[in-house]
């Protein structure tokens, strides 16, 4: 009778300690519905959570609490989580949004303002988003580059202002729709001085209305010490003095070709571009 009793015993103890509980059934990467019935099939009740996952399909099964295998009581709670597919961020319409305003929106909406590249546009305020790449609308993985091409208004031509004084050259660009803006440093140069030496952009490229013309002023031509050419042969001559930075003019005596005066005498000085008279004969 004792050994009946502990054989009663024992089996009583292995129903509590053991006939209660199950190892938890796996389900990962089975549907919604599919891991519901087994876990429900196996006398479990079931609750559902969800979040993102790079991996498993939506409406799979990522992961259970408790974890496969793990000893669960039986008619316990397994909680599933369950996908909703990769995380995805909508990039936001900002057609006609200053270029920092969109970056932030794009940064809001959790992607990364991207390459920016310009063009000219008509219908888009200068530097205001005409389009973005991706477009409005479309779902991409969090922090990817949005690229935004921004406007730089209208197309209108550049005046031509080398050589205009310093004034009138400002005020005939603001005319036109850009800003003038001299450089700090004179140059020497061939126009007089504080006239435009150079602008940049040139006359005939392609600006947008408000760019700003950025201009050289010249402090006159400078001062070149004039070669000896005397007793050389014309050509020569004239080769000499124009690669110093001189016009040249020739007066001829005879036909001979040979320089035996010059109007600027060698060791004097004249301004880079004027002119030089040779006497040939």
Avoid: C
């Avoid at 790449?133 to 993985?141: D, H, L, N, T, Y």
């Avoid at 947008?208 to 950025?214: C, I, L, S, W």
């Amino acid at each position: 009778g004792g050994v009946l009793l502990a054989l009663g015993l024992g089996v009583g103890l292995w129903y509590v300690n053991s006939g209660q509980f199950m190892p938890t059934p796996g389900v990962y990467d089975v549907s919604e519905a599919e891991a519901t019935q087994t876990l429900r099939e196996a006398g479990l009740r079931v609750e559902v959570e969800t979040e993102h996952s790079p991996t498993v399909d939506a409406g799979n099964v990522i992961t259970t609490d408790p974890a496969r295998g793990d000893r669960i009581r039986r008619n316990a709670t397994v909680t599933m989580t369950v996908s909703l597919g990769p995380e995805v961020a909508t990039v936001p319409d900002v057609t006609g949004e200053e270029l920092e305003d969109a970056r932030e929106l794009i940064g809001d909406a959790g992607l990364t303002p991207g390459k920016v590249s310009y063009e000219f546009d008509e219908g888009v305020a200068r530097g205001s988003v005409v389009s973005t790449s991706p477009a409005a609308g479309e779902e991409r993985r969090p922090d990817s580059p949005v690229e935004l091409t921004v406007s730089r208004g209208v197309e209108i031509p550049v005046p031509d202002v080398v050589g205009e004084q310093e004034g009138t050259a400002m005020q005939l660009l603001e005319e036109a729709g850009f800003e003038a803006e001299p450089e700090g440093e004179r140059v020497h140069s061939r126009h007089p001085e504080g006239t435009v030496a150079e602008q940049s952009p040139d006359s005939g490229e392609a600006a947008g209305e408000g760019d700003t013309v950025t201009l050289t002023i010249s402090k006159g031509p400078a001062m070149i010490e004039v070669p000896d050419v005397r007793g050389k042969d014309e050509d020569e001559a004239i080769g000499i003095l124009e690669d110093a930075g001189f016009e040249v003019r020739v007066q001829r005596w005879f036909l001979t070709g040979t320089v035996f005066n010059q109007s600027v005498h060698s060791g004097d000085t004249a301004p880079e571009g004027s002119t030089i008279t040779i006497y040939v004969r």
